[in-house]
């Protein structure tokens, strides 16, 4: 299951002209060994859970990417904070990058969340807070990259996402808690996600998730950031530059 | 190995756990390979100078 | 900065009243949303008393972007912008007036939809205070961010499609909140509502610091 990612990593830190450095090649080295070890213990060497059963494998994967869909969040609003106040593009970038890689795994996180529920509570969706909030999240994240991603000079779309990517946490918080509170004060409180009881090898599998998520989360930030730097740059140069360029490499090889 | 696995012991939840491991890790993948060869095409038109960590 | 925003208030209220266009073509809207969820939801079986609160916030979100595009079409056209910018006013003063005259157009909308669905949908209308403050929070709070998100999309060649993306999920609690608020109201249990006008009071503040902080950027360029 991992060859796709061994695929790509490994080809990107060798050439001098990528997003790799060396730094980068070392983490995305370790970054694959911990994939290893999150798919050993996560699917072979843990046990099934007593209420969920072989589902719980889902959490392995779905709980992390969860944390750290908010963890980019809160890096974007960092980001667009910092901008706004100190007009540094370097903030702006992760911000960008950030926001990028928290869509990823947000959509990790509701495709493998209505996998979980499907076996667990019998369909796919139910209007659960946590549920909701991260859809809502997920259309919050792509108001951001649409705004980002206007074709526009780089002040104008990177100041108008700026701001949407300033309120993206307090959105976030203000969208959680209202949906927490249409979901207790009209139903039931809703099943807990992580109702079973964890521990031993299991509680290491989730552990190894975690660890194994965050360093994929950070190996995409930085190389997401690079590709960023490398867009803006080309920006500045200008179209006929890159033509000439291009030209001119088609005579040499 | 782990479609061995997978197709051994298919009992009900199975197919659910395959299916999200393959989306999280084939995304993964996939998001990793096209950021890798975008940052490969854009590279050839930037100054090595400003290409700052390499 | 709060005169200024009294007089791009009127500017924008005049420029409205002339216009028409909201009289013309908003009003009509939100009344067709009302009558197009009749034809949707059999009006024999009392759904329409029943989610009367929810259509009715529907019917503001949707007739509101509609003349909150309209407000930011206005300003974008001719360089009127530019204009703004040069007059010398503080940005957080065109903010705010700019909000303001949301806001109007909004309660005046929001008005003229509340006849409408204890005419239309046989609605009986109870616990006044708090559905005038719900009206009135929530108002603030769809306007204060739709103000701001519609500089965010103004001038742009995608904004008809970019300013609902962007506002209709940052508003989602106020819809929520807005409804519950109805409902409790409507339903004789008021006490159930006030937490959510304290929820968007909150929101609307959130807001109106973001767009005094943020508007001064977002006018320095284009």
């Keep these: 299951m991992t060859t796709e990612t061994v695929g790509s990593v490994e080809a990107s830190d060798n050439g001098p002209t990528s997003t790799g450095s060396r730094s980068t090649m070392i983490l995305g080295i370790v970054t694959l060994v911990a994939l290893g070890v999150l798919v050993l213990f996560g699917l072979i060497l843990s046990p099934a859970d007593e209420n969920q059963g072989e589902a719980v494998r889902i959490m392995y994967v779905h709980v992390p990417s969860a944390t750290l869909s908010y963890v980019g969040c809160f890096l974007t609003t960092i980001g667009s904070a910092i901008y706004l106040w100190r007009k540094s593009r370097w903030w702006e970038l992760l911000a960008y990058a950030s926001a990028e890689v928290a869509a990823l795994f947000t959509a990790f996180t509701l495709i493998t969340g209505m996998l979980w529920g499907r076996p667990t509570w019998g369909v796919f969706w139910i209007w659960d807070a946590r549920l909701t909030s991260e859809a809502m999240l997920m259309l919050l994240l792509l108001g951001y990259l649409a705004v980002r991603g206007l074709a526009a000079d780089y002040q104008v779309r990177a100041k108008r996402a700026a701001i949407v990517g300033l309120l993206l946490v307090p959105n976030v918080l203000i969208v959680r808690e209202s949906v927490q509170w249409w979901r207790t004060l009209h139903q039931k409180p809703t099943l807990s996600l992580a109702g079973a009881h964890i521990e031993g090898l299991m509680l290491f599998s989730l552990f190894t998730g975690f660890i194994a998520i965050t360093l994929v989360f950070i190996w995409m930030v930085i190389h997401r950031f690079r590709v960023a730097w490398l867009e803006e740059q080309v920006d500045l140069e200008g179209l006929d530059e890159a033509i000439a360029e291009r030209r001119a490499e088609g005579v040499v090889s | 190995m782990s479609t061995a696995v997978i197709l051994a012991e298919a009992t009900g939840t199975w197919p659910y756990v395959a299916t999200a491991w393959v989306v999280v890790f084939g995304g993964m993948g996939a998001y990793a390979l096209v950021t890798v060869l975008r940052g490969r095409r854009l590279s050839k038109k930037v100054a090595p100078e400003k290409r700052r960590w390499s | ?222």
């Design chain 3, 1 to 222: 900065m709060l005169s200024d925003a009294w007089l791009i208030a009127r500017k924008d209220l005049k420029l409205e009243i002339r216009s028409r266009v909201a009289l013309n073509q908003v009003i009509p809207f939100a009344i067709l949303v009302l009558v197009l969820f009749a034809f949707a939801l059999d009006p024999d079986r009392g759904l329409l008393e029943k989610a009367t609160p929810g259509l009715y916030w529907i019917a503001v979100l949707f007739s509101g972007l509609l003349a909150m595009q309209r407000s930011f079409a206005v300003e974008a056209a001719d360089g009127v912008t530019d204009a703004l910018r040069l007059s010398g006013l503080t940005p957080s003063g065109i903010y705010l007036g700019k909000t303001l005259s949301v806001a109007v157009q909004l309660l005046a909308l929001e008005v003229l939809l509340g006849v409408g669905v204890a005419v239309l949908y046989g609605t009986s209308i109870t616990g006044w205070l708090l559905l005038v403050a719900t009206i009135v929070v929530a108002t603030a709070a769809i306007s204060t961010a739709g103000t701001l998100f519609g500089v965010v999309a103004a001038g742009l060649r995608v904004r008809e499609t970019l300013l609902p993306l962007l506002l209709l999920p940052v508003l989602a609690p106020v819809l929520i909140g807005s409804t519950r608020a109805f409902e409790a109201a409507l339903s004789g249990t008021p006490s159930e509502g006030w937490p959510w006008v304290g929820l968007m009071s909150v929101f609307a503040a959130v807001y109106v610091v973001a767009g005094i902080f943020g508007f001064g950027p977002l006018m320095e360029e284009s």
